[in-house]
C-alpha cells in the first residue's frame, strides 16, 4: 500500500511573507525521502476546508492588510472546519501572522480588533506604532533540543491556562519579550510560533515531529528512517551560534 | 552674500573634504558618507543649499531594485547631452551620501564649480525619498519597482507605497514622475502625483514566462481587494495587469520597449518607442530586469528633453557598475559579478544565468548584516530550482552560508553545496575549482558585494570603486 499524506496549505498567496513555502518544500521532502507521498492542496479565500480530507494544515505570515481579509475569511469559511480537524488529531502548523489569527484575537495597533479563530488560548495586542518591533535570530529550547528561526512581530501575544508554550527562549523575544514563552501548543498536534527562517528545513526535528504525529494518526505506530541532515544541523549551529553570540563581538 | 559662500558653509565643506580624505587614508571605506555626517553637524540643510545652485537642477531615483543602474545609465546620457553630472555613484544613497557628494562637486570655498552646467543624479534609498525630495526639489523622481526586500529595516512592501505616496503628495506640481507601469504597485503612484507623469513598460510579449514567481509582491489591487490578472507575466509580479473587479488595468505607456533582443554572452538590445522617436539601443548587461532599467532612465532623458542623439551616445558608452554587473577576467578564469539581495533580483539574475550556455561554475554569497537585511528566510521565496541540472560548481559563502547551502541542497542544483564562510577563501575556492577559461559566476549580497569587489579590484587590478568615474 503506498503511504501518502495530505496538507492543506492555507492562504499560499496571501500568507507567505517570509519564505514561508520552505516549510512545504521541507515537508515534501522529508516525505518523499521516506517513500512517502506528501500532497498539497492550496486553499485560498473562500475555499472550504474539509476537515476529514487532511493529515496536516499549514498557514505562514502575511501583511496587516492581507491578514484582515485573511482573518475574515477564516471566520466565515475554515473556521469550524480547523477546529474539527484539530480536535480530531490532524497536525496544525501556523506561523507568525498565522499564529496570531489562530488565537482567540488580535488588536492591531490601529484599527479594529480581529477576531480569532480560537484555536489556541492565546490573544495578541499590539501596543502601538511606537513600541519596539521584535526583530532578531530567536533560539529556543523545545523537547530536549533547540530550534532556532527569525522573528518579525509587533504584537505580544499572551498564553491563557489552556495553552502551554511551545519553547521556552534562550535568546530572542517570543510571544511577548516578558515571560519567556515562545509559540503554542494545544493537544498534542497544533502548534503555533513566531519563527521563520523558513523554520522546518533548519528544523528538521520539529519537521519529523510534524510528520510523524500526521503518520500514527492515519498508518498506525511508525518509525522515520534517518536522514542525511549534515547541512540542515549545520545551518542549525550557525544559526544558534549568530543568535547566542553577543552583538558587540560580531565580525563585520 | 548667499548662504552658500557664507563661512559657515566653507567650514562644513573643509571639514566634510578633510573626514573624507581621513576615511581612505584610514582604510574605513570610500569615504562616501562620513564627509555628509560632519557638514550636516556644522552646517545643517547643507545638501539643500547646494542644490539648489544646480543649474540643471536634479533628478531622484528610487525602488527596490536598479537604482544603481538605472542611475548610471542616467550619468552617461547627460554626459553626452553635455552636462556636468552630480552623482552619487558609490550607491551610498541615504541623505548624509547625496550630501557627500555634493560637497564633493565645490571648490574650497564650498562653491559648486561650473554651477550652470550642473544636473544632479541622486539614487536615494526607498525610506529616505520623502527627506530627499523635500531637501532637493527634484526636477524628475524615477521609480523603478517595489518588491519585497529588507523587511526587517523597510516593514512591510504597503509601508514602503505609503512613504513614497507622501513624498509624492509634497512635491511641486512642476516636477515629473517617471513610473513603470507594468508594475501595478508602482503604476498606481500615479494617483498620488500633482504634476506630468511618464510611463514606461516592455510590450514585447515574447520575453513573458509562464507563471507568476514565488517572488511576486502586489498581487492584489489595493482598491478593491481583487486579485490582478495578467495578459503576460515578464518577471515578479510585473507584466500586463489588469484588476478584474475594479478594472484598473496598466495604463498605456508614453516610453516602450517594442522589442527586447537576449541571447547568451551578447549585449542587450531594445528597441524602443519614446516621444522623441524609435531608439534603438545595445548595452553590456544582461536579463529583462536590465531591459527595465534602461527603459526607467531613458524616459528620465526623454522628462529633461535630453535629444535621442544623446540618449544613443549615451548608452553606447555605458559600463556596468562595479560588482552589480561586472565581467573581468582573474588568473584566467573570466568572472561575472552579479548583485542579488532580494528575491525577485536573484530570480532575474538566475534566469539570466541559466539562459547563458553549457555547465554554470556559481558562488552564492549571503550575509545578513543590516545593509543585507538581517533576516534571510528570503532565499526560500527563490527560485533556485531553475538551474537544476546546470551547475558544475555549487558554493555557499558569507555569514549565512550554511543557511544558503542548505537552500540550494533543496534545489537539487545536482553538484552538492560546498561551504566556505569566509569571503576571500571562497573567492579563492571557486577560482581554484573553475576550470581556466571557464566562467565563474559570483552572486553576492550587498556587504558581501562590497568585499568580493575589493578583493577582485586587488586580483584583477581594477581601481577601488571610490576612484571609479
Not at chain 1, 125 to 131: E, L, M, Q, R, W
Not at chain 2, 222 to 232: F, V
Not at chain 2, 315 to 340: D, K, P
Request: glycine share 10%; net charge neutral.
Amino acid at each position: 500500500m503506498e503511504t501518502a499524506l495530505r496538507l492543506a496549505h492555507l492562504y499560499p498567496k496571501l500568507m507567505n511573507l517570509y519564505g514561508d513555502r520552505g516549510n512545504i518544500l521541507c515537508l515534501r521532502r522529508r516525505c518523499q525521502q521516506r517513500g512517502i507521498t506528501l500532497v498539497v492542496d492550496e486553499l485560498e479565500l473562500g475555499d472550504s476546508l474539509e476537515p476529514a480530507a487532511y493529515d496536516l494544515i499549514f498557514i505562514g505570515g502575511a501583511q496587516d492588510r492581507e491578514q484582515r481579509r485573511v482573518a475574515a475569511d477564516l471566520l466565515e469559511t475554515k473556521a469550524e472546519a480547523l477546529h474539527q480537524a484539530v480536535a480530531e488529531g490532524v497536525v496544525l502548523l501556523a506561523v507568525c501572522g498565522g499564529y496570531q489569527l489562530l488565537g482567540r484575537y488580535y488588536r492591531p495597533a490601529a484599527g479594529e480588533e480581529l477576531a480569532g479563530v480560537g484555536i489556541f488560548d492565546a490573544w495578541t495586542v499590539h501596543p502601538g506604532p511606537t513600541a519596539r518591533r521584535f526583530i532578531g535570530n530567536v533560539v529556543v529550547r523545545w523537547q530536549g533540543g533547540t530550534l532556532v528561526g527569525f522573528e518579525n512581530h509587533g504584537g505580544r501575544t499572551y498564553l491563557g491556562p489552556s495553552a502551554r508554550p511551545l519553547a521556552r527562549v534562550i535568546a530572542g523575544f517570543g510571544n511577548n519579550g516578558r515571560d519567556g514563552s515562545e509559540g503554542a501548543v494545544r493537544g498534542e498536534n497544533a502548534f503555533g510560533t513566531y519563527l521563520h527562517g523558513s523554520l522546518l528545513p533548519k528544523n528538521p526535528r520539529l519537521a519529523d515531529h510534524l510528520i510523524v504525529q500526521a503518520l500514527r494518526r492515519r498508518y498506525g505506530e511508525v518509525e522515520l528512517a534517518a536522514l542525511d541532515d549534515a547541512l540542515e544541523e549545520r545551518a542549525h549551529a550557525e544559526a544558534v551560534r549568530l543568535a547566542t553570540k553577543k552583538a558587540i563581538f560580531r565580525k563585520r | 552674500m548667499s548662504a552658500v559662500s557664507g563661512p559657515r558653509t566653507a567650514v562644513a565643506v573643509t571639514a566634510a573634504k578633510a573626514a573624507a580624505v581621513l576615511s581612505r587614508r584610514l582604510g574605513f571605506g570610500g569615504g562616501t558618507a562620513l564627509p555628509g555626517l560632519v557638514a550636516d553637524a556644522v552646517a545643517p540643510g547643507l545638501a539643500a543649499r547646494l542644490a539648489a545652485r544646480l543649474g540643471h537642477g536634479c533628478v531622484l531615483i528610487t525602488g527596490t531594485n536598479g537604482k544603481t543602474t538605472t542611475a548610471r545609465l542616467v550619468r552617461n546620457i547627460a554626459q553626452a547631452a553635455g552636462y556636468r553630472p552630480v552623482h552619487n555613484h558609490s550607491g551610498s544613497n541615504l541623505m548624509r551620501g547625496i550630501t557627500a557628494c555634493l560637497i564633493e562637486a565645490t571648490d574650497a570655498r564650498g562653491q559648486l564649480r561650473q554651477p550652470e552646467r550642473r544636473l544632479g543624479i541622486f539614487e536615494v534609498d526607498e525610506a529616505t525619498l520623502p527627506e530627499a525630495a523635500a531637501a532637493l526639489s527634484p526636477r524628475v523622481v524615477a521609480f523603478t519597482n517595489l518588491f519585497r526586500d529588507q523587511l526587517d529595516r523597510y516593514g512591510e512592501v504597503d509601508s514602503v507605497a505609503a512613504v513614497w505616496r507622501r513624498a509624492l503628495a509634497a512635491l511641486p506640481p512642476a516636477t515629473t514622475v517617471v513610473l513603470n507601469a507594468d508594475d501595478p504597485g508602482v503604476a498606481s503612484l500615479a494617483d498620488a502625483c500633482r504634476g506630468p507623469v511618464l510611463f514606461y513598460a516592455v510590450s514585447d510579449t515574447a520575453c513573458a514566462v509562464e507563471e507568476i514567481e514565488h517572488a511576486a509582491d502586489a498581487r492584489w489591487c489595493p482598491a478593491c481587494g481583487c486579485e490582478y490578472t495578467y495578459s503576460a507575466v515578464f518577471y515578479g509580479h510585473v507584466g500586463h495587469w489588469s484588476c478584474p473587479g475594479c478594472g484598473r488595468a496598466r495604463p498605456a505607456a508614453d516610453i516602450e520597449a517594442t522589442r527586447v533582443g537576449q541571447r547568451p554572452d551578447a549585449p542587450l538590445r531594445l528597441s524602443l518607442s519614446t516621444p522623441s522617436g524609435q531608439l534603438d539601443l545595445s548595452l553590456p548587461l544582461m536579463g529583462l530586469y536590465n531591459a527595465y532599467n534602461a527603459l526607467a532612465a531613458v524616459s528620465v532623458a526623454v522628462a529633461l528633453a535630453v535629444p535621442a542623439e544623446a540618449i544613443q551616445t549615451g548608452a553606447a558608452s555605458f559600463t556596468a557598475a562595479f560588482g552589480r554587473q561586472e565581467r573581468m577576467v582573474v588568473r584566467g578564469r573570466e568572472v561575472h559579478t552579479i548583485l542579488a539581495k532580494n528575491p525577485a533580483g536573484l530570480n532575474q539574475v538566475l534566469r539570466a544565468i541559466s539562459a547563458e550556455e553549457g555547465p554554470k561554475n556559481l558562488l552564492f554569497l549571503l550575509n545578513d548584516d543590516i545593509a543585507d537585511g538581517r533576516d534571510v528566510s528570503w532565499i526560500w521565496d527563490v527560485d533556485f530550482e531553475m538551474l537544476a541540472g546546470q551547475a558544475a560548481l555549487l558554493l555557499a559563502s558569507g555569514r549565512r552560508a550554511a543557511d544558503m547551502a542548505l537552500r540550494l541542497k533543496y534545489a537539487d542544483i545536482d553538484a552538492y553545496p560546498g561551504i566556505e564562510p569566509d569571503t576571500e577563501a571562497a573567492l579563492e575556492m571557486a577560482l581554484a575549482l573553475t576550470p581556466e577559461g571557464e566562467r565563474l559566476y559570483v552572486s553576492p549580497t550587498y556587504t558581501a558585494m562590497l568585499q568580493v569587489r575589493k578583493l577582485l579590484a586587488r586580483w584583477g587590478q581594477r581601481p577601488p570603486f571610490w576612484e571609479e568615474a
